[in-house]
């Protein structure tokens, strides 16, 4: 099993332009997470889905979009980038509530 | 607004030693919490999972407690080795919001031989 598979590694943006950040997993999991993670604080959630076709916001969802059209899937959308969103991310997945969450290799976005 | 506090930053311990590390929360009443450890560059990794209801777990070297009156979990690490060096991360889910997993800004550990 490939686990939860993020592409690209890395990548960097200019400001005001936009990107597709993919995430996905192989192993039929219902809950499916995107985290950011800048140096010394921790992981911040920005959005997740507990299944196709829902998603809700996290802690902090400001300027990313995400959709969830098939339970593999969940890519995070940033519109216009900004030097604010310069940051690792990191996607997981779970089955459900009570399971562990696995990650993917994390994706380090950086906006110029 | 949640939050939750892992109480210092780093921790420096010699090998063979008990590692402790905290973790507090405030405006939550979690179902379940969950620690994972991260290593440089990598995606965080599981360890251990215990629920409301339950005071302690244990896996091999690793212990943890889980106090809801304190809102506050420990997390021991017995017989430290060098190998255990990495950020450990506390994690919080269920309560109020489905599905919302929310994470401590984690500590890093260093162990020395």
């Known amino acids: 099993n490939a686990g939860v598979t993020q592409t690209p590694k890395f990548r960097i943006l200019k400001i005001g332009q936009s990107m597709t950040l993919q995430c996905t997993q192989d192993m039929n999991h219902n809950y499916m997470y995107w985290y950011r993670q800048d140096p010394g604080m921790g992981l911040k959630l920005i959005y997740y889905?507990?299944?196709?076709?829902?998603?809700d916001k996290g802690e902090v969802p400001n300027g990313y979009n995400v959709s969830r059209s098939t339970t593999e899937d969940f890519p995070l959308r940033l519109e216009l980038a900004a030097p604010s969103q310069t940051s690792v991310y990191f996607c997981a997945s779970r089955k459900g509530q009570h399971t562990e969450a696995f990650f993917g290799q994390g994706t380090r976005l950086t906006v110029v | 607004s949640q939050k939750i506090e892992q109480n210092s930053e780093a921790l420096n311990i010699q090998e063979g030693k008990t590692a402790t590390l905290t973790c507090n929360y405030t405006n939550y009443s979690p179902a379940y919490l969950q620690w994972y450890r991260q290593d440089p560059g990598r995606g965080p990794v599981f360890l251990l999972l215990i629920r409301e209801n339950e005071k302690e777990k244990r896996k091999e070297r690793l212990k943890v407690t889980f106090d809801t009156t304190l809102k506050q979990s420990l997390f021991h690490i017995t017989a430290s080795q060098p190998a255990d060096s990495a950020t450990y991360l506390c994690a919080l889910g269920g309560g109020g919001s489905q599905g919302n997993l929310i994470f401590g800004k984690g500590t890093k550990l260093s162990v020395k031989p």
């Open positions: 889905s507990v299944g196709a076709g829902i998603t």
